[in-house]
């Protein structure tokens, strides 16, 4: 290549390697599950797990810059068979948005079972103690039969409040996606 070639391309080599940078950056956050468990509480069943954000600055940052974030967590209760589809017995949804107050400078996490959003300045705790310990009700304890092969599935995403549905990959080098999706399985006999 000559000099001018790279007077004539230099600009815009220079930009497209800013623009993956950016995009890439919504990638640097990773959701970390606690894995899940069942319990009977007051006959129903109800899974438990927990969510954690890994590289919180990064997400502080995003956060104080105006993004809103939206955590989806959707839990399966299927019942495993050998020869034929896995039936699925239930299902629910938590989903839970998070944001930052530019005027109290506090970061708010709403979550369903509460009618006021949580606040908090320090965004550690707000997510230890709304996403540390989460509940989704599954039905009832009797759904469950002794001797049954069941498998509980769990799925989480994180993406921007009005991100298109489906939508979390690069388009046109932007990802609304703010952090990797996670999936976890657990297969027991009750």
């Known amino acids: 290549m000559h000099i001018d070639d790279y007077k004539r391309f230099g600009p815009a080599l220079a930009a497209a390697l800013v623009v993956i940078i950016f995009a890439t950056g919504a990638f ?3 959701l970390s599950l606690m894995a899940p468990s069942l319990a009977n509480v007051s006959g129903a069943l109800t899974a438990r797990f927990g969510v954690t954000v890994e590289e919180k600055p990064i997400l502080k940052g995003e956060l104080m810059d105006g993004a809103e974030l939206v955590l989806k967590c959707e839990v399966e209760l299927y ?3 050998d020869y034929w589809l896995d039936q699925q017995l239930s299902s629910s949804t938590f989903e839970s948005t998070l ?3 530019a005027l109290t ?3 708010t996490l709403t979550l369903p079972d509460r009618a006021t959003p949580m606040r908090n300045a320090d ?3 707000l997510l230890k103690e709304g996403w540390g310990t989460i509940e989704a009700s599954l039905g009832s304890w009797s759904i469950l039969e002794r001797g049954q092969k069941y498998s509980l599935h769990l799925n989480t995403t994180m993406n921007e409040e009005g991100a298109p549905e489906g939508v979390s990959r690069f388009i046109y080098f932007w990802s609304w996606d ?3 999706d996670n999936s976890f399985q657990l297969d027991f006999t009750y």
Do not use: P, R, S
Request: no cysteine.
């Open 28 to 30: 640097a956050q990773t």
């Open 99 to 101: 944001k930052y107050d």
């Open 79 to 81: 019942n495993e068979n």
């Open 123 to 125: 965004l550690e705790q």
């Open 105 to 107: 400078k506090d970061f």
């Open 178 to 180: 703010a952090g990797a």
